[in-house]
């Protein structure tokens, strides 16, 4: 569950193994870390709770990123967009 995870050492540990290991083993397999995978996942998860009429405040919360404002950041990093344009886009609106 992504707005259930902590951190790394939580998901090493699920796996029993350690978190440069489990990071190490991750990126060789998919191309990213496991860090960036988290991430986009949120993001994937919040444009959905948009798309069914949360505000992205609450969608934001609901998938895990703590605060808006730290959702905000990361989603101007990785898309370029502040969050109303990019969801605005991605909604068609």
């Given at each position: ?6 951190s790394l050492d939580e ?46 405040s609450d969608a934001s ?33």
């Amino acid at each position: 569950n992504l707005s259930e995870i902590t951190s790394l050492d939580e998901i090493a540990e699920k796996f029993f193994m350690s978190k440069c290991h489990l990071c190490r083993i991750f990126k060789s397999r998919t191309g990213i870390t496991v860090n960036r995978y988290i991430t986009n996942k949120r993001i994937m998860l919040v444009k959905r709770l948009c798309k069914k009429g949360k505000s992205i405040s609450d969608a934001s919360l609901e998938a895990g990123f703590g605060s808006y404002s730290n959702f905000y950041k990361i989603y101007v990093k990785e898309t370029n967009l502040s969050p109303r344009d990019g969801l605005k886009y991605e909604m068609g609106n």
